[in-house]
C-alpha cells in the first residue's frame, strides 16, 4: 500500500542526506510510518527525524526541516511539513486516494488483507475454563477476544486452529464430583453436611437429579462414587460449555483433555528431558524447575515432596506437545490474575530448546455486568453469577460480541446491559449495523429508480470531490493497515474501534448530502463509493462474528 511508497520517500532523502555529508554512510534507515491520529497532522506520518537526531548531534526539528528540503514527494503529496519537535506529515493529494481504492474495487476487496501470515502455523487456546459450572461473562470475554483473533489470523494468511484444554486431572473436578455426591445423598433425604468449598450452585442440584432420574447404578463405595460423579458432572457441564459456544458463535477445532499428556507418557518425557538437559533438580524431597536461569523469577515446584505433580509440570508437557504438533506460534488466553505466570512458561519453552518469543500469552481483564445501573457478581462457586448464555439470551450473539470487544482486553470493561439493547446510535453495535443497512436500503432505492448496479464499470471517481467522500475512501482504504496492526499486535478491539470510526464518517456524509437524485454520472460515482463501504463493514463485522443486516 502507499505506506511502503512514504517510506521509500524518507529513505531515499536520507540517502540524498548520506551523499551530501549531512548523514554517515553507515546509519541504517529504517522509517516508521504511521496513520496520525488527528486529521490536521496529514495522512500519513514518521518519527525518523527522532532517531536520526542524536547520530548527528541537532535537535529532530532541525533534522526534520533538513530532510524536507532533500524530499522529492513526487506525484502522490500534495504537500509535506514539519509538526510538533520533529514528526513530518505527508498529506496525499486526493487523486492518490481515489486511484487506491479504484485498484482494490478492480483487484478485489481480497487485497485489503496483507498477507502477514505466510502460512505459518498458529494454535489459540482460549476458554479453557474447568468444566466444574457454567461459563460466565468473563468467560465469554476471553472467547470474544480467542475467537476474533483466530478469524483476523486466518484472514491475513496463518493456518489457525483453535483448541479448549480441559484439566479433567485436577483438584476442581474432584470437589465436584463430591460436591455432586452429597447433592445426590441430600436429594434422597439424607442429611449431610454441605462444606463451603463444595460448588454452591444450582446446577450442581440438577446434576445430582440427573442421576436419581436416570436410575444409573451408582458405585457403594464412597470415593468411587465420588469419581463417577466427578466424570458424569464434568462431562455433562462440558457439554453445556460447547452448547453455550456454539450459541455464541465459537466453534473449536480440538478439546485437549489434560488426562491424556499423562495416559500418552507425555508428562514424563517431559521431566526427563528437563532433568536431561539439566534444567530439573532435587531439593527438599521436591523436583524443582530452573525458572531463575531464563527469567527473574524463582525457581518454581514439579513434583511435590508427597509426589504429587503440580499444574506448573502439565503446563510445559501440555506446551511442548503443542510444539511437537508442530506450530510455529502459540497463542494462550488467559485471565488477567495469571500475569505472574508468563515468566515460568515462557522459561519453560525456552528451556526445552523452543524460541520464547514464539509464545504469547494474552490476559484478559475482569468484565463488570451492570444491570439496571448496577454490578451483578459472580463466583461460580458460590454460584452468584451471571452465565455467558443469560447475557447472549439477554442481548442476542451480535450485541455480546461487539460489547466484549469494545476495549482492549487486558483493560477492565463494564459492560452494559441497557446499552447494549438500546436500538439507537448510543448502542455501537447498532450503529455499525444500522450503517450497512441504511447503504443496503440505498441501493435498494436505486433499484427502484431504476440505476443499475451490477457493474460500476468505467464510473467516473473524479467526481468524489467532496471532504466527507475523500474522508471515506481514506477510512476503507485504513482497513488494510488495521488487520495488519491487529494481527501484528494480536489486538482484536482494533476492528470495532476502527468500524466505530468508519461508520461515523458515513453517517456524518449521509446526513450532509444527497446519494441519489444527482446527475447519473455522480449518482454512480456515489452509489460505487457506498459499495465499497459496504464490503469493508461486511467484511469487518465478520471477522468480529457479528451479522451485517440488510435491513433494521
Known amino acids: 500500500m502507499i505506506r511502503k511508497k512514504i517510506a521509500e520517500i524518507i529513505s531515499n532523502a536520507c540517502e540524498v542526506s548520506k551523499k551530501q555529508g549531512i548523514l554517515p554512510e553507515n546509519v541504517n534507515v529504517n522509517p516508521s510510518v504511521e496513520i496520525p491520529r488527528e486529521e490536521g497532522f496529514g495522512d500519513y506520518s514518521t518519527n525518523i527525524a527522532f532517531l536520526l537526531a542524536p547520530i548527528i548531534k541537532k535537535s529532530p526539528s532541525e533534522v526534520a526541516r533538513i530532510l524536507i528540503e532533500k524530499i522529492n514527494p513526487g506525484d502522490i503529496c500534495e504537500k509535506v511539513d514539519v509538526a510538533g519537535k520533529g ?20 483487484k478485489g476487496i481480497g487485497s485489503l488483507y496483507p498477507n502477514v501470515g505466510e502460512g505459518k ?40 486452529s483453535k483448541e479448549y484444554y480441559i484439566n479433567d486431572a485436577g483438584r476442581q473436578i474432584k470437589t465436584l464430583g463430591e460436591s455432586t455426591y452429597l447433592r ?73 483433555n489434560e488426562s491424556t ?13 528437563l532433568k536431561e538437559k539439566g534444567y530439573a533438580y532435587e531439593k527438599d524431597g521436591a523436583l524443582w524447575f530452573t525458572t ?10 514439579l513434583i511435590k515432596s508427597g509426589g504429587e505433580k503440580t499444574y506448573f509440570t502439565s503446563d510445559i508437557a501440555y506446551h511442548m506437545d503443542k510444539f511437537n504438533r508442530s506450530f510455529d506460534m502459540l497463542v494462550d488466553i488467559w485471565g488477567s490474575d495469571h500475569h505472574g505466570y508468563i515468566p515460568r512458561l515462557k522459561a519453560s519453552i525456552q528451556a526445552l ?28 462457586r458460590s454460584g ?76 467516473d471517481v473524479t467526481l468524489l470531490t467532496l471532504n466527507e467522500e475523500i ?64 464490503e469493508v463493514i461486511r467484511n469487518s463485522l465478520g471477522i468480529l462474528g457479528v451479522s451485517a443486516p440488510e435491513k433494521m
Open 292 to 301: 531463575s536461569k531464563f527469567e527473574k523469577d524463582e525457581d518454581r515446584v
Open 471 to 534: 474522508n471515506l475512501i481514506k477510512g476503507i482504504l485504513h482497513f488494510y493497515h488495521v488487520i495488519e496492526g491487529s494481527a501484528k499486535s494480536l489486538e482484536p478491539h482494533r476492528i470495532t474501534f476502527y468500524l466505530i470510526d468508519l461508520v461515523g464518517r458515513f453517517h456524518s456524509y449521509y446526513n450532509k448530502t444527497r446519494v441519489l437524485g444527482n446527475t447519473k454520472e455522480l449518482t454512480l460515482a456515489r452509489l460505487w463509493l457506498l459499495s465499497m463501504l459496504k
Open 384 to 459: 452468584q453469577f451471571t452465565t455467558l448464555q443469560e447475557v447472549v439470551n439477554e442481548v442476542g450473539r451480535d450485541a455480546a460480541r461487539f460489547f466484549f470487544l469494545i476495549r482492549k482486553s487486558d483493560a477492565h470493561l463494564e459492560f452494559d446491559l441497557d446499552l447494549a439493547k438500546k436500538s439507537s446510535n448510543e448502542n455501537p453495535v447498532f450503529y455499525v449495523q444500522y450503517a450497512h443497512a441504511r447503504i443496503a436500503s440505498i441501493f435498494r432505492n436505486a433499484q427502484s429508480e431504476g440505476i443499475g448496479t451490477d457493474s460500476f464499470h468505467g464510473v
Open 261 to 273: 499428556l499423562f495416559d500418552r507418557g507425555v508428562v514424563e518425557t517431559t521431566l526427563d528431558l
Open 184 to 256: 445426590w445423598k441430600e436429594l434422597q433425604g439424607e442429611e449431610v453436611l454441605y462444606p463451603k468449598d463444595c460448588y454452591q450452585g444450582d446446577y450442581v442440584k440438577d446434576l445430582a437429579g440427573q442421576l436419581i432420574e436416570s436410575k444409573v447404578e451408582i458405585p457403594l463405595d464412597r470415593d468411587a462414587a465420588v469419581s463417577f460423579m466427578a466424570r458424569f458432572s464434568s462431562s455433562e457441564i462440558l457439554k453445556g460449555i460447547q452448547q453455550d459456544l456454539g450459541d455464541f458463535g465459537v466453534v473449536f477445532d480440538n478439546y485437549y
Open 353 to 380: 530448546g523452543h524460541d520464547k518469543e514464539s509464545f504469547k500469552a494474552l490476559l484478559i481483564q475482569f468484565v463488570t455486568l451492570l444491570k439496571d445501573g448496577k454490578p451483578a457478581g459472580m463466583s461460580t
Open 121 to 160: 502455523k498458529v494454535l489459540i487456546e482460549f476458554v479453557s475454563a474447568n468444566p466444574t459450572g457454567p461459563l460466565h461473562i468473563g468467560h465469554g470475554r476471553g472467547a470474544a477476544v480467542g475467537d476474533v483473533l483466530a478469524n483476523i489470523l486466518k484472514s491475513v494468511g496463518y493456518i489457525v
Open 87 to 106: 514528526f513530518i506529515n505527508f498529506y496525499l493529494k486526493n487523486d492518490v486516494w481515489r486511484n487506491l481504492l479504484k485498484d482494490v474495487y478492480t
